[in-house]
């Protein structure tokens, strides 16, 4: 059964693996760490940072909790929650972030990953999250929509993947 857990060391092969298919695969949409930094003390190493992003305490990044989903013993995928509408969250990376790994897509995870990530943020009295998804990222366009999803509006966005693109804006009421 699908779930979304915190962060936990037993869990660090499973997200390198993740890592490393997204970068074989040219991840755009969404880029994970470089699979190359995640060693054998890597989790301890940025634990105190994740804690402290989440916590609000990182200058210049917006609050964000991090989820891994697994499935028994098998890293899955992630969820990222940024609870406050900040200027650079509404322009730019929005308030959800979810990923599936390469060799999990296209079998429902996406969809089962996102509903159970508005679930929780639902838990925690959001009312409502901001998808900001690329215009060429059909895929994730159409989750967002099954589950929801009601188009803002299409802007022009940049980031080091993609460079200058059009990204849509949609929000989601929980
Ligand atoms: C977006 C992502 C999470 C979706 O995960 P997934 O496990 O493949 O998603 P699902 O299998 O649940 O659903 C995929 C849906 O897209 C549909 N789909 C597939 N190709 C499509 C296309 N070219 N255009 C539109 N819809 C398409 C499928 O039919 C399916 O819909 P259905 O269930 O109604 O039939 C995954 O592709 C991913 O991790 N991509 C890279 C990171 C990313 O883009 N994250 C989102 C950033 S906003």
Known sequence: MLELIRRRPEYVDGYRAYCR?????????FVPADPARIDDG??????????RLEAGLVPGQPVSLHFW??????FIGEFQLRPELT???LTGIGSVGYAVRVSEQGKGRGTALLRLGLQLARERGIARVLLNISDSNA???HVCEKLGGRLMDTIRAENPAEG???????????
């Open 87 to 89: 200027e650079e969250i």
């Open 42 to 51: 890597w989790f301890l190493r940025t634990k105190d940072w994740y804690d």
């Open 21 to 29: 298919e997204a970068y074989e695969n040219r991840a755009v949409y």
């Open 164 to 174: 200058v693109y059009w990204m849509r804006r949609y929000w989601i009421d929980l």
């Open 139 to 141: 895929v994730s366009a």
């Open 69 to 74: 989903a697994v499935d028994g013993g098998r």
